[in-house]
């Protein structure tokens, strides 16, 4: 049975949540928003009307999660005083005290992902380390992991290139995670290196082998947001492309392969981006889909690089690291442990499985950004 300082607890947290979210704007902002979806030449332009009914549901979903809080706090208090009373058991109240709790640590974690870029949907991209076959699989085990992960969130993947490996595996893989809520702002958390330890089903001896991947996520930009592309320094290359075992084999050179130099705007440097793009036979298609991912990955060093400055400016936080080794998945020990949080679960099925939100959560309850900078 839950105490008294439980269920002070769960009422003090709904009502932050209520200033947190500021629910009387939002309400006026949603009504608002709403207004404008009923002027007579709404559907005229039906790409701005579809980004005003995004909006829209957008601010709507906050109000329902914050009533089903509120509404789960209020029958909690019920539950408790009708326990007194012998009108319910022990039970029911811990039920509902689990369900009042679940829903505020959701809302409390949304929350906490208050970058614009946090709402976006994300391109995932793993590339195999040094080790060959034992890598490239491995690399495939994560491609599935996050297929996973995405498929209990409710987002659509696809695949925009996939290399495969050359006994088993994939070399590397380009995704792109759409339609469900904060795919990036959830998933920038698995930015870096993954690295595995196993006795290798590859290996004659039966050695326990150490294998590494790196995962890169950049928010999937749309047209709303503003990315400048010098044509100037933009050339494509075009290929036959083809899939797993022989499937949706081109006779055209419908794959493109887009080159940009980027230019660092604080060092001068320059580098190549280069993107391939095999998503559908329809070269144009291809084109505007890498031209997407190209537009997302410069808006991603825009944003990194302003994080990089809001992380000087303020102190004594722990400073993240893009691209360093981030988590062991040690199969023989059952332990998946994240070095930057220090959670650990010893699940390793579960995680494998695409159960990763309480390493996504540790690693924001960590690294909390919610300010734009």
Request: proline residues 2%; charged residues 35%; hydrophobic residues 35%.
């Amino acid at each position: 049975m839950i105490t008294q300082e439980q269920l002070k607890d769960i009422q003090e947290r709904a009502e932050k949540l209520h200033h947190y979210l500021n629910i009387p704007q939002k309400q006026m902002e949603f009504e608002e928003e709403q207004l404008r979806t009923q002027a007579p030449d709404f559907w005229d332009d039906v790409k701005r009307a579809q980004e005003q009914m995004k909006k829209v549901k957008g601010i709507e979903k906050w109000l329902k999660d914050y009533k089903a809080v509120r509404m789960a706090a209020d029958e909690l208090q019920l539950a408790f005083d009708f326990y007194h009373d012998e009108m319910v058991t022990e039970e029911e109240v811990d039920d509902d005290y689990r369900k009042a709790l679940q829903l505020i640590e959701d809302l409390e974690l949304k929350n906490m992902l208050r970058q614009k870029e946090d709402p976006m949907d994300c391109v995932l991209k793993i590339n195999s380390g040094a080790g060959g076959t034992e890598s490239q699989d491995w690399a495939q085990m994560l491609m599935r992991m996050y297929m996973r992960w995405a498929e209990a969130h409710d987002h659509k993947v696809t695949v925009s290139n996939l290399q495969e490996g050359d006994e088993a595996g994939i070399k590397s893989v380009t995704m792109e995670i759409e339609g469900g809520e904060f795919a990036y702002g959830f998933l920038k958390s698995e930015n870096g290196v993954h690295r595995l330890v196993r006795v290798s089903p590859f290996n004659a001896q039966g050695k326990r082998m150490t294998s590494f991947a790196s995962v890169f996520v950049t928010p999937l930009v749309d047209d709303t947001i503003e990315v400048y592309v010098d044509p100037s320094k933009l050339s494509w290359d075009t290929f036959r492309s083809s899939g797993a075992g022989g499937q949706n084999v081109n006779k055209v050179e419908s794959g493109v392969r887009l080159r940009y130099w980027y230019t660092d705007p604080d060092t001068g440097e320059e580098e190549e981006i280069l993107i391939e793009n095999t998503e559908t036979r329809d070269q144009p298609k291809n084109k505007e889909r890498a031209l997407t991912l190209l537009r997302s990955q410069l808006y991603d060093r825009a944003m990194k690089k302003r994080l990089e400055a809001q992380a000087k400016i303020e102190a004594g936080k722990k400073k993240i690291e893009w691209g360093s080794q981030i988590r062991s998945y040690v199969f023989d020990d059952r332990r998946v442990k994240d070095h930057r949080t220090n959670y650990q679960t010893t699940d390793v099925d579960a995680v494998m499985n695409g159960h990763i939100d309480d390493f996504i959560k540790a690693y924001l309850m960590e690294f909390p950004v919610t300010e734009e900078g």
